[in-house]
């Protein structure tokens, strides 16, 4: 749905830059002018520790939680109907879900290889439960909430036996979220045997929405600005080296999404988001986050534009020296590679794809045209 929204000066200005800044990593390291090609931090670790790449998909669910904790209390306030506000919750849920289903069917739409988890459907699914539980709840049942799927999470992987590999076991081949996912998704997954937005992992990926209620709520609540910060920032610290320290016991893996991920990578959140409404919310210096600001507002729109946009020209194709290759390929290739060289060649690619998408979001942010589902 578009519609032109007035800026409101209540409007945490921060919450936006984080968003704009989360999405804008997600095109970097999600659209690299060859795979061949990418620094390590650019990359996701191969299985158990993490990269800043492997923070980005827990803090696009975090910001998700922060911005339900706002807009659903607004809504509260402003009296509108409980029919009314679980229908809206029920529809942008399946409206994210069927987009994520989209993106993967463009262009041959062959329903038999179908993945039918994906990013937007993880998205789709930890906010409309995080939506009912927050709507249901309050701060404290939402931290015995959080605690306790963290916690069943672990006995889960630890304690049920996968057939012909026993219980407890961790690694790629064996553990118990890709066998479930094989048993009831099987020719639908990422990969024959594992998805990383599988459905059991989705349980510790909702933990991760909550926590970003429970920032939502500390935010909203009137206190003064230093007080926010301190919060933000004490118990960002807090769950980042709790995470950490758990990690010998529970390795971090984003691949999992286990509970010290979700620890390591909210406490993580805590502190950016810290960051960011210390000086543009705190400070009022707001200049430098203006890119961040236009992606931010419209997030959900330069994330699906730019995906198809570059799995298009990973498709379509031209001819050089006799043969057809992709338009991306050929960008890189003839182009980029030969004036910057393998590595920023590579990293030049989705640089110019999120240049290309700010001057496309840049006249709607202008004129506050900002596309919500």
Same mark, same amino acid.
């Given at each position: ?80 109907? /409980?029919?009314? #506000? +679980?229908?809206?919750? !029920?529809?942008?849920?399946? &409206? *994210?879900?069927? %987009?994520?289903? $989209? ?82 998704? /099987?020719?639908? #997954? +990422?990969?024959?045997? !594992?998805?990383?937005?599988? &459905? *059991?992992?989705? %349980?510790?990926? $909702? ?85 961040? #600001? ?80």
């Amino acid at each position: 749905m578009t519609g032109q929204i007035p800026m409101n000066s209540a409007r945490l200005a921060s919450l936006d830059v984080f968003r704009g800044m989360t999405i804008a990593l997600m095109i970097l390291v999600n659209n690299p002018g060859s795979w061949k090609y990418v620094y390590a931090p650019l990359r996701h670790a191969k299985w158990h520790g993490w990269t800043p790449t492997d923070l980005v998909f827990p803090f696009f669910l975090f910001i998700v939680g922060v911005s339900l904790s706002f807009s659903l209390s607004r809504r509260n306030t402003q009296g509108a109907g /409980s029919f009314q #506000l +679980y229908f809206k919750i !029920f529809q942008r849920s399946v &409206i *994210l879900f069927a %987009l994520g289903l $989209l993106l993967r069917l463009i262009p041959y739409f062959d329903f038999s290889t179908l993945r039918i988890p994906g990013v937007l459907q993880r998205i789709a699914i930890c906010y409309l439960l995080a939506s009912l539980i927050f709507l249901k709840t309050g701060t404290k049942a939402r931290i015995l909430i959080s605690a306790g799927c963290l916690v069943a999470y672990w006995l889960i992987l630890k304690f049920i036996p996968v057939p012909g590999f026993g219980a407890g076991v961790l690694e790629l081949e064996g553990n118990l979220c890709g066998y479930i996912d094989t048993q009831l998704l /099987s020719g639908h #997954l +990422y990969t024959p045997n !594992f998805d990383p937005e599988g &459905i *059991l992992s989705t %349980l510790p990926a $909702l933990v991760t929405t909550l926590l970003g209620t429970l920032a939502g709520d500390w935010l909203r609540f009137s206190r003064s600005k230093r007080l926010k910060t301190f919060g933000l920032f004490s118990v960002g610290i807090l769950l980042t080296v709790l995470g950490l320290w758990l990690h010998r016991f529970f390795p971090i893996n984003k691949q999992l999404w286990t509970s010290t991920f979700v620890l390591f990578t909210a406490g993580a959140a805590l502190l950016v988001l810290g960051l960011c409404y210390t000086i543009v919310d705190g400070l009022g210096i707001k200049k430098w986050a203006y890119p961040f #600001l236009v992606f931010g507002t419209n997030a959900i729109t330069v994330y699906v534009g730019s995906s198809l946009m570059a799995k298009m020209l990973g498709i379509a194709k031209v001819s050089s020296g006799g043969k057809a290759i992709p338009i991306k390929a050929y960008i890189h290739e003839m182009f980029l590679r030969p004036v910057a060289g393998d590595f920023i060649g590579s990293l030049l690619f989705p640089l110019l794809l999120l240049t290309f998408w700010f001057f496309i979001l840049w006249p709607m942010y202008n004129k506050r045209i900002f596309i919500k589902i």
